[in-house]
């Protein structure tokens, strides 16, 4: 089944303790990327990739970094979280970035940074 | 620059009711658009797309239509169900922004039996 799969869908950490949400994908896509949901504020991009060992910030990429060195694994890494990073995260893939190209979604990580 | 514009909700409806959830866009040249669906607890699924102006796209009973001259993209449905309570997000996608999506507010619908 064609899917992108997020892990964990929950986490709970503290603050400045570092942690990795992963993504993959099956599709075989070239653009991976992750958004965070805030109540009010709607889904905003963090980053994205085009290919592999290309990455590039999206609109709120501050205090995350990302990595993709495997066309199908797009991790997010947040190096030392604090508590405005709590929010519900989501990791997408496309073939690419052309109109006949949606993002396909994972089920998402609620994460609570406390 | 480009945005998107929902209707607010949440939005109420008897089930075998009609539904229209309002969407306009701004963006400067041609984006794709689209509608995505979030059911409780889960992640955003594509419902329905368009690429061009009236375009119409349609899945599971939904229809929106690509309006560039009122640069709008309302889902319709003829008839809802008790199953299609979830939020509604949508969406447009453009080439030359690092293929990000921006997203509207997103439309929470509640469907009563």
């Known amino acids: 089944e064609a899917q992108v799969t997020q892990n964990p869908r929950y986490l709970i950490t503290v603050t400045g303790k570092k942690l990795t949400v992963t993504c993959s994908q099956n599709?075989?896509?070239?653009?991976m990327s992750w958004y965070r949901q805030d109540p009010g504020l709607g889904l905003r991009q963090i980053y994205y990739?085009?290919?592999?060992?290309?990455?590039d910030k999206g609109d709120v990429p501050e205090g995350y970094k990302v990595s993709r060195k495997e066309k199908r694994n797009f991790p997010l890494i947040l190096e030392s979280p604090s508590p405005n990073q709590t929010s519900l995260y989501f990791c997408?893939?496309?073939?690419?970035?052309?109109?006949?190209?949606?993002?396909?979604f994972g089920n998402g990580t609620r994460l609570t940074v406390t | 620059g480009d945005s998107v514009t929902q209707m607010e909700g949440p939005v109420t409806l008897s089930e075998e009711a009609f539904l229209t959830i309002n969407c306009t866009y701004t963006?400067?040249?041609?984006?794709?658009l689209f509608w995505y669906v979030q059911y409780p607890g889960e992640g955003l699924q594509l419902l329905l797309k368009?690429?061009?102006?009236?375009d119409k796209g349609s899945n599971k009973g939904f229809e929106a239509t690509y309006r560039k001259e009122t640069t709008s993209f309302h889902l319709e449905k003829g008839s809802v169900q008790v199953s299609d309570s979830a939020v509604y997000f949508c969406?447009?996608?453009?080439?030359?922004?690092?293929?990000?999506?921006?997203f509207g507010q997103g439309t929470e619908l509640s469907v009563k039996p």
């Open positions: 963006a400067t040249g041609y984006p794709s």
């Open positions: 599709m075989n896509h070239e653009y």
């Open positions: 969406a447009l996608r453009q080439g030359n922004q690092g293929g990000k999506l921006i």
């Open positions: 368009a690429t061009k102006a009236d």
């Open positions: 990739s085009m290919n592999v060992e290309v990455t």
């Open positions: 997408a893939s496309s073939y690419g970035t052309g109109v006949n190209s949606p993002l396909h």
